[in-house]
C-alpha cells in the first residue's frame, strides 16, 4: 500500500496537523503569557488567534500546497467556511485550556500538601501551608 499526498496520506498529514497544533497552541502561550488572566482576554486572543490562521492555513496555504494561487475571495472564504468554524473552535479551546490549566495545577498542588496527605506528616510542624490562590502563576 503506497502513500499518496504531499505528507504521504492520512497518517501523514494527521502528524502534520498535530505537529502544527502543538507550535501554534505553544505559541499562543508564549505571546499571552503576561497579558491580563481573564475569560474574556484570554477567550478573545484564543479566536483571533483561530482567525489568523484560518487566513493563514485555509485561505493562504492550502490553495498554494495544492498548486493555485491564493485568491482570498468571497467565494474562497464561503467555500472554506467549515475550516473557520473549525479554526475558531480550536483558538478557544486553546485560550480556556491555557486560561484554566494554572488553577487545575494549583487546586492538586493544594491537594497534595493538605493535612490529609501522608507528605505532610513529614513537614515541621511551624511549616505551614500557603494561601490557596498563591501557587497559581501571578503575571
Known amino acids: 500500500m503506497g502513500s499518496s499526498g504531499l505528507f504521504g496520506g492520512i497518517p501523514g498529514a494527521l502528524a502534520c496537523h498535530l505537529a ?14 503576561f497579558q491580563a488572566r ?5 477567550l478573545g486572543a484564543g479566536l483571533v488567534l483561530g482567525l489568523l490562521w484560518w487566513i493563514a492555513g485555509s485561505l493562504t ?11 482570498w475571495s468571497l467565494g474562497e472564504a464561503a467555500a ?3 475550516d473557520l468554524i473549525g479554526d475558531l473552535l480550536f483558538g478557544g479551546i ?3 485550556a491555557f486560561h484554566l ?14 493535612s490529609r496527605s501522608p507528605w505532610r506528616s ?8 500557603p494561601p490557596s490562590g498563591s501557587l497559581s502563576r501571578q503575571p
Not at 502544527?20 to 503569557?33: E, K, M, Q, T
Not at 481573564?38 to 484570554?42: D, G
Open 20 to 33: 502544527l497544533s502543538i507550535v501554534l497552541g505553544a505559541g499562543f502561550g508564549a505571546l499571552v503569557r
Open 38 to 42: 481573564t475569560y474574556a482576554a484570554t
Open 61 to 71: 496555504a492550502a490553495p498554494l500546497l495544492a498548486g493555485r494561487a491564493p485568491t
Open 80 to 82: 472554506r467556511f467549515g
Open 94 to 96: 486553546t485560550a480556556l
Open 101 to 114: 490549566l494554572p488553577s487545575v495545577r494549583s487546586s492538586c498542588a493544594t491537594r497534595f500538601l493538605s
Open 122 to 129: 513529614s513537614l515541621p510542624a511551624s511549616t505551614s501551608l
